[in-house]
């Protein structure tokens, strides 16, 4: 059900795949995400055509290594598991793509169970 | 007023044309979207400098012509209109492209009239 | 904190730079976002391998210089402050991009603070 948009910058294959398995496996290790539940667009910006636009918010240093997450869940995630999420998904995005943590920006939207079909034109969750 | 994106993979214009009608057709029929209301982001992704990653969450299959489509729009759809509107775009992009039914995603984020602007920096929905 | 994601068409470098300097500009001077707080995705679709589709909803005319700006942001903010975003938004797409506010589609998303990592795998917001 998460679905995921990563963009990052002049990022090849690898890096985006190595992006998009840190976002999938911390979603499963710390919220309970089943594996096989994965809708994600990643995209890398050319920097021309389309680009990012960031600064030092807080005081945390970016740069070109930034990587956008944005994740549309269904409602209902603590304080808590959000904040493992956060903090796996940094880990893993530095194990797997070399990603520095200060690097990682998320941010969540949330709906309700009705609000997805995941095929055949139905809620799933509501049938 | 809803706000679409529609990403898929390796397609061409006419396809991507023909899932933005099935969507906006889809709204106009089941949850009474004014037809000029289209406001889509249409987006092909070739696979290596953008993506999409899918399972086969709940045993729906997905494959390259799998179709993810996120839909901003004001709250206050029943149940029932969610579902018709499901069921709609799913016969549509089959009817329009050839799109598989097991292969649409659809999700769907709610926000409030104040939300919008449609042009000349005004909230058309509470002027 | 405002996630912010601009879509137009046939958009060079310096025009997209202007528009995502516009809305960060309005942000600053309406609802009081920091100045450095700046996240944004700026694309420019070619029409062909991505596009976006548009009408003239409520009469409004749109054409090929349309643009899409979505915002993710906390939520709080007045009917006021967010007519006073919309208004400054499309003044400063004007002045900076040579928009025409008629083309100017806004629409916001709000979450909460607990929806926010700015880096480091934390949620700063509620840390």
Known sequence: ??????????????????LGNAVQDALVE???IPPDDRFQVLVSHDGVSSTLRYDNFLGIH??????????????????????ALYRRIAELAQEYAGTEPRNVLVNLIENEPVDWSFGNGVAQYVS
């Open 62 to 83: 970016k740069d070109e290594g930034t990587v956008f997450i944005a994740i549309t869940l269904r409602s209902g995630r603590s304080v808590a598991l959000k904040q």
């Open 30 to 32: 710390t919220i309970g």
């Open 1 to 18: 059900m998460p679905f995921v948009r990563i963009d990052a910058l002049h990022a090849d294959q690898s890096r985006l795949d190595a």
